[in-house]
């Protein structure tokens, strides 16, 4: 028999605004007995119907609400709450690489679908979905007949739902390398092993966004394939791409090669330490782009990530040709917008330059958020200018 969540008195209030988790420590009892990952229905603590979600005993989110009417988690419900994902991108103009589905803002908790050219990634973050993973290959194949299916689940997150890490194929071929068409720049996307499903679509209009910004010499830092190199080197003099993975620059200089692109260098090594040496050296850009992995995952890492955003941040500032600029970001929700500016705000002024904020920006229209949950609202996109 189906599991029966009651909530603690005014734990409701949260969700009936749309937010899907439903935390352990919420619930006042359960009632029935079923298998983990099974449709549970949850009801306020007077008895009022809420909706329903998949339950994971083994994790602090107990249950992810995504029902709240009399539907049912079947392939035709897949279907079409995929197919209506997909067709809001359409409208938005995104047609050969975009977040088809983007988890809780598209009412698909825990699950992640990218669209790479002719093929698909997806990721299964809760156990309720990594059960359903082979239903919702089936409405892919049924609604996009795709060339191939790969599953990109290693991530740690996974392990608080009892869940391996695993990458592997589900359906069809697919080839280490993707081709997209990102504001009309040729891209191989490392689907297999590269960050995230493969590429940061989430700076797509924010990479288009920095070209104007780019004229002169350009260092761009945390460069991964070169999303943000690629989209300067249509305008800049010269584009120092730096990374610290080789296996990313090697990306970076195919994706140079396959544009005709020869304003491209490649600097393997630590940024914090590039960015220190390069200051030592007296060596300054135009502008310098900062765009890297998230400094803090859990709440107990931010004090440590400021420190990190602060360190590159001033001295990045630092080395900024007078005029020039700084388009610098987070993409880690715990760092707050609030908190971003306040450390930025801390970094210009131990630089001793006058710096003024010229754009601010956030993930592209594919990655919608929530107003009522603010985990889904995570990218800064900031550009400064030295004056």
């Given at each position: 028999?189906?599991?029966?969540?009651?909530?603690?008195?005014?734990?409701?209030?949260?969700?009936?605004?749309?937010?899907?988790?439903v935390?352990?420590?919420?619930?006042?009892?359960?009632?029935?007995?079923?298998?983990?990952?099974?449709?549970?229905?949850?009801?306020?603590?007077?008895?009022?119907?809420?909706?329903?979600?998949?339950?994971?005993?083994?994790?602090k989110?107990?249950?992810?609400?995504?029902?709240?009417g009399?539907?049912?988690?079947?392939?035709?419900?897949?279907?079409?709450a995929?197919?209506?994902?997909?067709?809001?991108?359409?409208?938005?103009?995104?047609?050969n690489?975009?977040?088809?589905?983007?988890?809780?803002?598209?009412?698909?908790?825990?699950?992640?679908?990218d669209?790479?050219?002719?093929?698909?990634?997806?990721?299964?973050?809760?156990?309720?979905?990594?059960?359903?993973?082979?239903?919702?290959?089936d409405?892919?194949?049924?609604?996009?007949?795709?060339?191939?299916?790969?599953?990109?689940?290693?991530?740690?997150?996974?392990k608080?739902?009892?869940?391996?890490?695993?990458?592997?194929?589900?359906?069809?071929?697919?080839?280490?390398?993707?081709?997209?068409?990102?504001?009309?720049?040729?891209?191989?996307?490392?689907?297999?092993?590269?960050?995230?499903?493969?590429?940061?679509?989430?700076?797509k209009?924010?990479?288009?966004?920095?070209?104007?910004?780019?004229?002169?010499?350009?260092?761009?830092?945390?460069?991964?394939?070169?999303?943000?190199?690629?989209?300067?080197?249509?305008?800049?003099?010269?584009?120092?791409?730096?990374?610290?993975?080789?296996?990313?620059l090697?990306?970076v200089?195919?994706?140079?090669?396959?544009?005709?692109?020869?304003?491209?260098?490649?600097?393997?090594?630590?940024?914090?330490?590039?960015?220190?040496?390069?200051?030592?050296?007296?060596?300054?850009?135009?502008?310098v782009?900062l765009?890297?992995?998230?400094?803090?995952?859990?709440?107990?890492?931010?004090?440590?990530?400021?420190?990190?955003?602060?360190?590159?941040?001033?001295?990045?500032?630092?080395?900024?040709?007078?005029?020039?600029?700084?388009?610098?970001?987070?993409?880690?929700?715990y760092?707050?917008?609030?908190?971003?500016?306040?450390?930025?705000?801390?970094?210009?002024?131990?630089s001793?330059?006058?710096?003024?904020?010229?754009?601010?920006?956030?993930?592209?229209?594919?990655?919608?958020?929530?107003?009522?949950?603010?985990?889904?609202?995570?990218?800064?996109?900031?550009?400064?200018q030295?004056?």
């Amino acid at each position: 028999m189906a599991y029966e969540v009651y909530l603690k008195k005014n734990e409701e209030k949260r969700i009936i605004a749309g937010h899907s988790w439903v935390y352990a420590n919420e619930v006042a009892r359960i009632e029935n007995k079923d298998k983990n990952g099974s449709l549970a229905t949850v009801y306020s603590h007077d008895g009022r119907y809420i909706g329903k979600g998949y339950i994971n005993h083994a994790s602090k989110i107990l249950v992810r609400i995504f029902i709240h009417g009399s539907e049912l988690d079947d392939a035709e419900y897949y279907t079409n709450a995929i197919n209506a994902a997909n067709n809001h991108r359409l409208r938005l103009g995104y047609d050969n690489c975009y977040r088809m589905v983007f988890a809780e803002a598209d009412n698909l908790p825990a699950l992640i679908i990218d669209r790479y050219g002719d093929y698909l990634v997806i990721q299964c973050l809760s156990l309720g979905i990594d059960m359903r993973k082979q239903m919702i290959c089936d409405c892919l194949i049924k609604l996009f007949n795709p060339k191939g299916i790969y599953e990109r689940s290693d991530v740690a997150v996974r392990k608080k739902e009892g869940l391996p890490e695993i990458k592997q194929v589900l359906y069809g071929e697919v080839p280490d390398y993707c081709e997209i068409c990102e504001n009309g720049i040729k891209m191989l996307v490392d689907v297999k092993n590269g960050q995230k499903t493969g590429y940061f679509l989430d700076q797509k209009e924010n990479r288009f966004a920095a070209r104007r910004y780019c004229t002169g010499e350009v260092l761009d830092c945390f460069c991964n394939s070169g999303g943000f190199s690629l989209n300067a080197a249509t305008i800049a003099k010269s584009v120092t791409a730096c990374d610290i993975s080789e296996l990313a620059l090697k990306n970076v200089r195919d994706n140079a090669e396959l544009n005709g692109f020869n304003n491209i260098h490649t600097l393997c090594g630590d940024v914090f330490e590039v960015l220190r040496n390069f200051r030592k050296d007296k060596k300054q850009f135009d502008t310098v782009i900062l765009d890297p992995p998230a400094f803090c995952k859990t709440a107990d890492e931010v004090k440590d990530a400021y420190r990190g955003y602060k360190d590159i941040n001033l001295t990045a500032m630092k080395i900024v040709k007078k005029g020039g600029f700084l388009i610098t970001c987070s993409c880690s929700h715990y760092m707050s917008a609030t908190l971003f500016e306040k450390m930025l705000i801390e970094a210009a002024r131990e630089s001793g330059r006058m710096v003024r904020c010229i754009e601010v920006k956030t993930q592209a229209p594919d990655h919608p958020s929530l107003l009522c949950a603010e985990e889904t609202n995570y990218l800064k996109f900031y550009v400064l200018q030295i004056i």
